[in-house]
């Protein structure tokens, strides 16, 4: 049965006669024929459609106004969420930070117009998924008991191939919303072939390279987790295993760290790792360098301290480990 409950009546009162027909009467009554209407305590109506009934239902609830008339909000669906639908609020998932999963997120409430669902929904969906990061559940961090199936299903292909999923779930969004794959992805088209497969290539590894920016950015909420810098044209979704050498690891958001643009370019170049106790650490030609500078110094200044570790997607450490051994990198003491 799908169904409804809605606010309306005084607190601990059986709502007015009046107030139940104009919810008949606004429902209309070919519709309302089929629903079962239940007048519960504390200021709610429940609404139970028949097993059949897989279309629109009209979500009643009362003003805040004096006269405590009941108003229609329209356009709430009421079916089960499709694998698109699953996909794109996987999408979102991926680039907001967790803090930041609520109703009254603008974000949310934009998904929620294009899914043509209550924005609490969305809500609630994006907290399901949480509940399938192996970090988030470390923590405690629970969604529903159960979920969907197609919540993990779709986590599960996100975990199997990253790249398809993340360029899907774009494509899906661009779809969705009227926009252009190039304005999705913020991509310059002056950078880009007029028309061709190669541009279709270059068009696909942008978009891919936006989710993933997305992605680790917003795991770290947007700050710097060695300094805690948090402007975001300074920031950097630094590659633990580079993106050139490991396609398997290219999207996969655990496979990233957010640095500042100067600490990127040192972990780059592997003059800087983070050790197997999460502190940051220096190679030590970049110590014992002799151009030594009021810059560098700052750089420096972090080495023993530990990272900040993102609220979801926790850097893998076997990753991070291959990265330090890299190289031949030595592990030195912090300076």
């Known amino acids: 049965m799908h169904g409804g409950v809605f606010p309306c009546g005084d607190r601990g009162d059986r709502p007015k006669e009046k107030d139940v027909g104009q919810l008949v009467l606004g429902i209309g009554h070919a519709l309302c024929g089929r629903f079962a209407i239940t007048v519960m305590p504390r200021e709610i109506i429940c609404l139970t459609a ?27 669906r009421n079916t089960d969420w499709s694998r698109d639908d699953h996909i794109l609020a996987f999408n979102l998932y ?3 930070p967790f803090g930041r999963i609520h109703a009254n997120n603008p974000q949310i409430i934009d998904l929620a117009k294009v ?27 629970k969604g529903m008991r ?21 360029f899907e779930s774009e494509r899906l969004l661009a779809k969705f919303t009227g926009r252009r794959l190039e304005e999705i992805a913020e991509i310059d088209e002056r950078e880009l072939p007029n028309e061709g497969l190669e541009r279709e290539r270059m068009v696909r ?22 300094t805690g810098l948090a402007v ?5 979704a630094s590659h633990i295993i580079p993106w050139a ?41 970049i110590i014992r360098s002799e151009k030594q500078s009021s810059a560098l110094a700052w750089l420096l200044s972090y ?20 990265h330090a051994t890299a190289g031949r990198v030595t592990m030195v003491p912090p300076h």
Not at 55 to 76: C, D, E, F
Not at 117 to 136: G, I, M, Q, Y
Not at 303 to 322: C, E, Y
Request: proline share 5%.
């Open 94 to 96: 991926c680039k907001i």
């Open 146 to 166: 159960h979920g969907a199936k197609g919540e993990g299903e779709v986590w599960r292909e996100f975990d199997n191939n990253p790249e398809t999923l993340a």
């Open 232 to 236: 975001p044209e300074l920031l950097v």
């Open 303 to 322: 080495g023993g301290k530990s990272i900040r570790m993102p609220r979801k997607f926790k850097p893998d450490t076997v990753l991070l480990a291959l």
């Open 115 to 141: 899914l043509e669902r209550s924005a609490n929904s969305v809500s609630l969906k994006l907290s399901n998924f949480a509940r399938l990061d192996p970090e988030l559940q470390a923590r405690g961090i």
């Open 245 to 285: 050498i490991d396609s398997k690891q290219r999207m996969n958001p655990r496979n990233g760290l957010c640095l500042n643009a100067l600490h990127d370019r040192a972990f780059d170049r592997g003059l800087m790792f983070i050790a197997d106790d999460t502190t940051v650490r220096f190679h030590e030609r």
């Open 205 to 226: 590894v942008r978009v891919n390279q936006h989710f993933f920016r997305a992605a680790v950015l917003s795991a770290y909420d947007y700050k710097c987790c060695v």
């Open 50 to 76: 028949p097993p059949d009934y897989d279309g629109w239902h009209s979500a009643w609830r009362r003003s805040n106004t004096s006269n405590q008339k009941l108003t229609n909000v329209m356009g709430v």
